[in-house]
């Protein structure tokens, strides 16, 4: 199973806003509310950011939403921030019973 | 505090074989479905095993499937994963993953990583 479709790169100014999107399937991202969203620091583990599409963990700045429309998620950082800058990753649950995750976007605040 | 401690990384051989271990504390270990999560060098992650809390329901990637194996001791709060069969390709820092409290069974997320093992095969 290929990997969830994310572009390489996004980049903005601090204060604004940027869009992730996570291209999936009706085997993943379709058929299934169980859509996380991770970020990741260089050398650092991943951070678990969204779950359930939309919902954030304690202590997640409100500034991080997701949503989904058909087989496409996304994940959109409102009010950039210097410390933002890392690398995303979207996650599926799927009809497999596995789970699948994008290749990675690279956040850039210029 | 939940924490997740891997071992057992290093320098392998090709068709090798080598074993990582987790040791979990912090949390009801064997409650919890516990998941292992693989970042080749410079790529993005991969999914790789998943393995119940009473040691059933084990899933692997298509990648990883007849060369892996999942397992886990509740009584030492630890989980493992046997890596057999080793290719070039199965160079990667491997994560030992839980899911957040009220998700023990699943493995839809991951909330908690570990530091990581580097698995290098060449």
């Known amino acids: 199973q290929s990997a969830l479709t994310q572009p390489a790169s996004v980049s903005g100014s601090p204060g604004q806003s940027i869009t992730i999107s996570c291209t999936g399937t009706?085997?993943?991202?379709?058929?299934?509310?169980?859509v996380s969203w991770y970020q990741q620091h260089p050398g650092k583990a991943p951070k678990f950011i969204i779950y359930?599409?939309?919902n954030r963990p304690s202590g997640v700045p409100a500034r991080f939403s997701g949503s989904k429309s058909g087989n496409m998620a996304s994940l959109t950082i409102s009010g950039l921030q210097a410390e933002d800058e890392a690398i995303y990753f979207c996650?599926?649950?799927?009809?497999?019973?596995?789970?699948?995750f994008g290749g990675g976007t690279t956040v850039t605040v210029l | 505090e939940v924490q997740l401690v891997e071992s057992g990384g290093g320098l392998v051989q090709p068709g090798g074989s080598l074993r990582l271990s987790c040791a979990a504390s912090?949390?009801?270990?064997?409650?919890?479905?516990m998941s292992w999560v693989r970042q080749a060098p410079g790529r993005g992650l991969e999914w790789v095993s998943s393995?119940?809390?009473?040691?059933?329901?084990?899933k692997y990637a298509d990648s990883v499937k007849g060369r892996f194996t999942i397992s886990r001791d509740n009584s030492m709060k630890t989980q493992y994963l046997q890596m057999s069969g080793l290719r070039v390709e199965d160079t990667a820092v491997y994560y030992c993953?839980?899911?957040?409290?009220?998700?023990?069974?699943?493995?839809?997320?991951?909330?908690?990583w570990g530091p990581g093992a580097l698995v290098t095969v060449s």
């Open positions: 912090g949390f009801i270990f064997n409650t919890y479905a």
């Open positions: 996650c599926s649950y799927t009809s497999r019973s596995t789970v699948i």
């Open positions: 993953v839980k899911p957040p409290q009220g998700w023990e069974p699943t493995i839809y997320y991951f909330e908690s």
């Open positions: 393995i119940g809390g009473r040691g059933d329901d084990i």
């Open positions: 359930d599409v939309d």
């Open positions: 009706s085997s993943d991202i379709g058929d299934y509310n169980y």
